[in-house]
């Protein structure tokens, strides 16, 4: 039996997949989930993160890597499978996010106890017992100074892939550096999420995976290494901070005998993790330009293959290396599932209700426009959030429903136009939204193409296996092409494809306009100016 295990390690939660590659098969034999909030009640956590001072969010390292802990513990548990064929792990984690590790750490991962459990032998391992998350949105002064010192945000988007951005983690490093330098002095190895979830597997300090180290403003994409300008505009003594950039079928080694030990899993293969949304791309089968893929989770992203790297810095759009080699460009979106969440709550709805209200309504709300920026947004770059609406009565639930969700596909669809030039026919939609229907119908209208649902629902996780059977594959002398790897995959659910309807498809052409129109106004006069 050969299984493949793919962790997502998302901002609200924890995910498993199971897939089994036996005999030229592609199954997935096992999906779970943790929510932080609800399974892990002692971290006091909210939608998985804490809010603290003036647009800072952060959450605990410590907690991602007891989810872990408890994941892995129920999967030793679990009879509908056997852990003794698992041949390689893999995951994917929430982007951007960094882990700050005082000198102890890398002994501490080397001699775990499997006679006890694992979040108490990491607690002390931290040189911050928080990480700030992609959701923060305070280190502007940051993105300023690192601009000025490479010569403008032009230049660093040619140089790293990515403007400098509040959530990338050069910025958010930078940070600590002025305001906490004393636990900066303390710290030995600053990991992204991805590899420090690693390094808790595989029991040693892990490498970076390119994909998700373009996520930091510190890789020069072009190279695929530490870009020396970049980390001395961030913080002095930064390159033997960060652990080095490996390619990305890397296997750091078997999983470390604390969980061989304490569950009896099997001497698995561990493969470097990257970021959720790398992790997606391979999940939705993207090796090549044409088809997007639009992520409805905690941030909504859309994001597509390219064999170029074409950073720019209008707009919001991001390169980051792609797992399969080749790049990736993405737009992120801040108000995704919590805005939904929020209109819902708003008006006493369920989501069937939701649901009723779309299918109540017409394609176009009369005209009826909302910017939902109920946090501060990352595309438009939005500092004071708010919910602005023109032409929409507060007290119209069903308009305000698909006001909201018109609002995030047309940002979504304006926005992406910067990703490819090509008229895009087919999008393949993940994350938990994406199983509603009349969501993918506004989605496939607004974007007049065709919508394809991931059977899984977590295109990220299964990515995140894939990767582990693609690597497995790669070190025992098999040079799988990624098209290999994904066939026989039946990841996409065609049953469930929604196609755009002609007569809605006009009038979202034109109301496209008028929305970026209102969202250039509305940005305009809310946002503060970047340098
Ligand atoms: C991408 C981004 C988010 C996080 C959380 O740039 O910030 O999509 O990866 O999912």
Redesign the pocket.
């Known amino acids: 039996m050969a299984l493949f295990l793919g962790f997502d390690s998302?901002?609200q939660g924890l995910t498993a997949l199971v897939l089994d590659c036996t005999g030229g098969e592609r199954r997935v034999v096992l999906e779970r989930s943790l929510a932080f909030d609800r399974d892990l009640p002692e971290y006091r956590t909210r939608n998985g993160v804490w809010r603290r001072g003036v647009g800072e969010v952060t959450s605990s390292p410590l907690m991602w890597a007891d989810a872990l802990g408890r994941m892995m513990e129920w999967l030793a548990s679990e009879r509908s499978f056997d852990i003794g064929g698992i041949a390689a792990i893999s995951g994917a984690a929430?982007?951007?996010g960094s882990v700050f590790l005082n000198a102890s750490a890398g002994g501490v991962l080397q001699a775990l106890d499997s006679g006890n459990p694992l979040a108490p032998q990491l607690a002390r391992v931290f040189s911050r017992e928080e990480s700030p998350v992609?959701m923060d949105e305070s280190t502007t002064p940051q993105c300023d100074a690192i601009s000025r010192a490479l010569g403008g945000r032009e230049a660093v988007a040619r140089l790293t892939g990515s403007a400098p951005f509040e959530?990338f983690t050069g910025p958010q490093i930078r940070k600590v550096f002025e305001h906490a330098p004393d636990a900066y002095r303390a710290t030995s190895r600053i990991h992204l999420i991805s590899s420090f979830l690693t390094s808790v597997l595989a029991g040693r300090d892990a490498p970076l995976e390119p994909g998700d180290a373009a996520?930091t403003n510190l890789l020069d994409i072009h190279a695929c290494e530490w870009a020396q300008a970049a980390l001395d505009a961030t913080a002095p003594g930064l390159r033997e901070r960060l652990p080095p950039v490996a390619p990305s079928a890397t296997v750091v080694g078997p999983l470390s005998s604390y969980w061989r030990d304490r569950y009896g899993f099997p001497p698995a293969l561990v493969v470097t993790w990257t970021?959720?949304?790398p992790s997606a791309l391979v999940g939705s089968g993207l090796f090549s330009a044409g088809a997007l893929g639009i992520?409805l989770?905690?941030?909504d992203?859309v994001f597509g293959f390219s064999e170029e790297p074409r950073p720019t810095a209008a707009g919001s759009c991001?390169v980051f290396g792609a797992p399969s080699g080749g790049y990736m460009s993405?737009v992120?979106f801040r108000n995704g599932s919590l805005a939904r969440e929020a209109v819902r709550d708003l008006y006493g709805y369920d989501w069937p209700a939701f649901s009723r209200a779309l299918r109540a309504t017409a394609a176009g709300n009369r005209g009826g426009l909302m910017l939902p920026w109920l946090e501060p947004e990352?595309t438009p770059h939005v500092t004071q959030p708010g919910l602005r609406r023109l032409n929409l009565a507060a007290h119209d639930a069903p308009a305000n429903v698909r006001a909201v969700i018109e609002a995030q596909m047309m940002a979504m669809a304006n926005h992406a136009a910067v990703i490819t030039r090509q008229r895009v026919q087919r999008l393949l939609a993940t994350g938990g939204a994406s199983v509603n229907r009349e969501i993918l119908q506004v989605m496939a209208d607004v974007f007049d193409a065709e919508v394809i649902p991931m059977a899984s629902g977590n295109a990220a996780a299964l990515g995140a296996a894939l990767r582990a059977f693609h690597a497995y594959e790669h070190a025992h002398g098999r040079r799988l092409d990624w098209n290999e790897v994904y066939d026989g995959v039946e990841a996409a659910d065609y049953a469930a494809r929604v196609l755009p309807v002609e007569g809605n498809v006009s009038i979202y052409r034109d109301l496209r306009k008028r929305y970026a129109e209102f969202e250039r106004t509305e940005a305009a006069t809310t946002a503060e100016p970047r340098s």
Request: charged share 10%; proline share 0%.
């Open positions: 998302s901002t929430q982007q951007h992609w959530r996520g970021g959720d949304n992520s989770g905690t941030s992203t991001h993405l992120c990352i």
